[in-house]
């Protein structure tokens, strides 16, 4: 089964560098969004004149259940209520997600400890192969323009915004190009004719600024 964007966000975050490099905080945050836009493919949610519309059945993922339970108090509301939820319940998303993958055997860790004393867990990806599919798919359509396909878009979406273009695109070159189709993307009617999509992207980008601004 292919992973979903929460299952390829991390894979990518954690391989193929040894010394993972990327913003926990912002990767956190990039965790709940990717949860919205896999409910928005499932008709769980989706926004209207910039409200949150949430259809509160379950799906039957643990983790997608927990940000619908979440979110639902918010359903009929702006999409600035969002944004002051995520910051204080992504963290919990997060290990969760990291716990299931953990359990699927998709990632494993060790203990890094000085003295006996717990430090931190050491990531590392198990199924690397189930990454080739959207890495040559994301180069198809981010480094050599080809037709975009809405999936991998939405994907490719969450993976600039978490800052993971340095672990997916090898090459100064080929990350240079993705940036730039992402960025010529953004303006284009294909990106707009999603737009719960397009407006759970600017929500995200809301939050990260946000947050990038209290911690300076």
Known sequence: MEPDYRELLIMHAY???KVPFFNQTGMRTVMFYACLFELSATGHI?????????????TGDHVLDRVLELVTPLSGAKLSRLQLLVPNKSAAVYRKQMETMTERNYITYD??????????RKYRVVKQDLLKPSLRELERMLVYGRKPVREKWNFALLALEAGLFRNIFT?????KSARKRG??????????ENPTIALL???MRRTLTA???SSS
């Open 15 to 17: 391989y193929p560098r």
């Open 46 to 58: 989706h926004v209207a004149d910039d409200r949150l519309m949430v259809n509160g059945r379950e």
């Open 111 to 120: 203990e890094v400890s000085f003295l006996f004393w717990p430090l931190y």
């Open 171 to 175: 090459s100064a070159e080929s990350r």
């Open 183 to 192: 960025r010529e993307m953004l303006k284009s009617d294909f990106h707009n």
């Open 201 to 203: 992207h600017k929500s």
């Open 211 to 213: 947050q990038k601004a």
